[in-house]
């Protein structure tokens, strides 16, 4: 006689769905809502029209595996531990996935990353672990729909991945030429060394296979992969009104870092946490919506995991972390960096910032009301140091576990390695 499978949790009718999404390599000020002259996101800006829009939030760390691993467990990457590729979350770690599942939440990731495909332990809780490789967002949609439309009245708590506007800089053909009519008309141009210094995935080429040199050329192409990325973003939204499951949602949108164009000497991401790096969008519409909110403050990402928590009823109790609506989120803000040899740390008290280089013990101080851009160094901010120096050191890191990890040849693929 077989065993029958373990019953589900109970679920309160009162718990709402629960939508995280994610997108790759998105910074905020390529976004229109925060500034940028392009359009390039009507979709998210629809949704924050019904909810919250925060005006400066930090992503956890300048990269996919750190900050990921941040959103879902809810903890600083000091915490977790995740800095390298050979490194996973053990099982006795409990993920924001494994919370939802324990009081009756159905749960699923849709994403599209090497990372993903490896054993990280991100996996932990997911009842539906989708991982693609190189996938566009239209394509990781058609996965999407069918798991949708076999919904019950279950609950879920459903997580998606974008990486359209990840390197390589390659739009689907009908973005291609979305903004050559608005060029963005920076003028800079890359030099030969600085081209030669990037791997292939960064790397554009002219008509004739030339090497393309101007960074205008650069930001059509990351502008047009994030208009295909908003497609996406809306499409899914379509999807969750098709079965009608879109008004009642809590859907959270944001990017899980930055990409740097050579605004303060370096390319892609991972090794800096200048603006370009770290400051993302982020976007809340609770169930039913509401009228729009814009929040000012600076508040970190990693508020978005408590705050989607509390959306379930699910008491938040993560270190370091409180809800978005919290007036404790907005007080200190963190990101760091432990990757390709850097090992940096920034604390933000709402527009005042330090960069503290943990090798070393050397800071920088940036008073971001008056330079925006980090163009110039600021006066020195001791207390603003001393408190990002605690906080540092009152961390209590989580075990880590040992794993294979992406191939150098997915590495490069990301741009990690370069050729």
Known sequence: MSELPPADPPVEASRPDVVLVIIETLRADHVGDWGYARDTMPNLGALAAQGTRYEHAIAPAPWTLPSVTSLLTGVAPAVHGIHHADKRLPASVETVAERMAAVGYDTAFFGVNPFFEQDMGLQQGFATWSPFQGHTGDALNRELRPWLQARTERPFFLVLHYYDPHCRYRPPARFQGRFDDAPSETLAVLSPEAYDSMGACFQLQQDDGSPELSLDTYFDAYDAEIAAA????????????????????????????????????????????????????????????????????????????????????????????????????????????????????????????????????????????????????GRPNPKLLSELTAWHRAIEPWPTESTEGPSTEELRELGYVKD
Do not use: C, Y
């Not at 370091?320 to 907005?330: I, N, Q, S, Y």
């Open 230 to 377: 908003d497609h996406a973003l809306g499409d899914a939204l379509g999807a969750l009104g098709d079965i009608g499951r879109r008004d009642g949602a809590w859907v959270g949108v944001t990017g899980d870092h930055g990409e740097e164009f050579w605004e303060h000497g370096d390319h892609g991401h991972g090794r800096q946490l200048f603006e370009e790096s770290v400051h993302v969008p982020l976007v809340v519409r609770p169930p039913g919506g509401a009228a729009p909110v814009v929040v000012d403050e600076t508040v970190s990402t990693m508020s978005l995991t408590a705050s989607l928590l509390s959306a379930a009823g699910i008491e938040a109790s993560l270190p370091h972390v409180l809800p978005l609506d919290d007036p404790g989120a907005h007080a200190l803000v963190v990101s760091e960096t432990h990757h390709e040899g850097q090992d940096l740390v920034a604390g933000w008290h709402d527009r005042d910032k330090a960069i503290l280089d943990l090798s070393n013990g050397l800071a920088t101080f940036h008073d971001l009301r008056r330079d925006p851009k980090e163009r110039i160094a």
